[in-house]
């Protein structure tokens, strides 16, 4: 059987026709991490007596003519979410001994759809970096090359899709987290607006940054994922009341007339050249499907990185002072007193990169410093805002690269935080800003996947769903696949 290259509509009614049991079909995953992520490291945690327990479960429900769409499908959570009784480490050796005592409302949502959890995904520490290198469990590997990085935070998650250990997976995406690693493994991937996603029992990095989505092989499939995800949680006082419209609805719309943007900013020095030219291409797949390309600009862009480790820093820093020894997560052996209780937890607890922006983002809300630094940022980031509603007066979409290179080798910059930093260029300001934005498979250079990014406009992800699905009606990028994993 060759269930690994189906993807989730593709296995939901597998399901539904009773061609194979979730019993089946998630025991068939299982078999497939503990043969290939040994190489890959891409989990952190693998759920197998409450996956099975999950599929027996669903396999009830559809005997019973009562599945929906994600009833017994297998994914994966990135273990940023809170999971009842399943560790949630956040990729840090802070949490490595924390079981939460609850569900996510995103864990929650998709336990309510009957999908099932094949386990816990491999991260960034805490979020923080672009390449998971910064994992307390080692850094994942990309399928396409082991070598190479598979992109952050959500590398386990774009790994593990890739890879096809599972159909599809959770990310979040606080400046680019979800996209570029979509990028760097060739998959799907799709921030939604901020708001649209609860954010209660996701462990906190930046607050106003921070979003869930999926990662999944199709745009039809990120859609299903989002159907299920999205909506108002009076528990996240972040969350936006606003109907959830079916995600899948509008798929089979034409492009004809569909007016995308293309940044100049995009398109300028720090572009690979052989990237650049894909993303061309792929646009002129667009036209060709009846779209029309306006060149737009957007002036502050170039200032969204700066602005960026300037505002979500100083975030990171309120959210990780919580972790102090006290009352859950790592605790340092014999304490003198509290002050050493505070001093050692956090120095054992965390790592290099987490300690670097704790330590710039408590700089930055210093009473000296705050007026210059953070309050000057979240101007920068409403000038930034700005660019993109004034440009969607004239376009409806925007397009560009997701990440300036192809997947870089591990190690190549773990001592350059600049360089690593600047792997998020192109997917920051959406962040900034609250907008949609997802990266679609568009290609290869040097036999390494390359993204195409697509953003919309505040709650847009129908349209960008629907931008991104005819694409991949007319092109087959999303259907390659690493050859050791097929």
Request: aromatic fraction near 8%.
């Amino acid at each position: 059987m060759s269930l690994h290259t189906k993807n989730l509509a593709e296995l939901s009614d597998k399901l539904k026709n009773k061609n194979i049991s979730s019993v089946e079909l998630t025991q068939y995953f299982l078999d497939r991490i503990e043969k290939f992520d040994g190489d890959l490291n891409s989990f952190v945690t693998v759920a197998k007596d409450h996956a099975l327990t999950q599929a027996r479960k669903a396999d009830e429900v559809i005997a019973s003519g009562k599945a929906g769409p994600l009833t017994g499908i297998p994914i994966a959570q990135k273990d940023i979410f809170c999971t009842q009784g399943i560790k949630t480490s956040c990729g840090s050796k802070m949490l490595d001994n924390f079981i939460s005592p609850y569900d996510a409302t995103v864990v929650e949502k998709f336990n309510d759809a009957g999908a099932v959890m094949l386990g816990k995904l491999n991260m960034d520490e805490f979020a923080m970096g672009s390449s998971n290198e910064t994992s307390f469990y080692g850094p994942v590997s990309n399928p396409w090359n082991t070598k190479c990085v598979p992109g952050g935070s959500s590398g386990g998650s774009a790994a593990s899709v890739a890879a096809r250990l599972t159909p599809a997976s959770t990310g979040t995406d606080t400046g680019g987290s979800i996209r570029q690693p979509a990028s760097l493994c060739g998959i799907t991937g799709l921030k939604p607006t901020y708001g649209r996603v609860s954010r209660y029992g996701m462990i906190a990095f930046a607050s106003s940054l921070d979003q869930a989505g999926p990662i999944a092989q199709t745009a039809q499939d990120a859609g299903l994922m989002l159907n299920a995800m999205a909506g108002f949680d009076p528990k996240d006082s972040t969350s936006v009341d606003k109907e959830v419209p079916d995600y899948t609805a509008d798929l089979g719309e034409n492009l004809k007339g569909l007016k995308i943007g293309l940044p100049k900013e995009y398109f300028g020095e720090g572009l690979d050249s052989v990237v650049g030219d894909i993303i061309n291409s792929a646009v002129e797949q667009y036209k060709q499907l009846g779209a029309e390309v306006i060149d737009i600009e957007l002036p502050n862009s170039g200032l969204s990185v700066p602005a960026y480790y300037v505002v979500a820093p100083a975030e990171c820093s309120s959210n990780l002072s919580r972790f102090d020894g006290v009352r859950f997560g790592y605790r340092c052996e014999n304490p003198k007193d509290l002050e050493d209780l505070y001093k050692r937890s956090r120095g054992e607890g965390f790592g290099p990169e987490v300690k670097r922006r704790i330590m710039i983002g408590a700089y930055a809300l210093s009473a000296g410093y705050y007026d210059a630094y953070y309050l000057k940022a979240q101007k920068v980031r409403h000038l930034i805002s700005d660019d993109f509603k004034q440009a969607f007066k004239k376009v409806d979409v925007i397009m560009g690269p997701t990440s300036p290179n192809v997947a870089f080798n591990i190690g190549e910059r773990s001592d350059d935080p600049i360089a690593m930093y600047l792997s998020d260029i192109y997917t920051i300001a959406t962040n900034l800003a609250g907008l949609p934005g997802m990266s679609v498979p568009a290609g290869f250079a040097n036999d390494m996947p390359v993204g195409l990014q697509i953003i919309g406009n505040y709650f847009a992800e129908s349209r960008l769903l629907n931008v991104a699905h005819q694409y991949q009606l007319n092109t087959d990028w999303h259907k390659q696949m690493p050859e050791n994993y097929r």
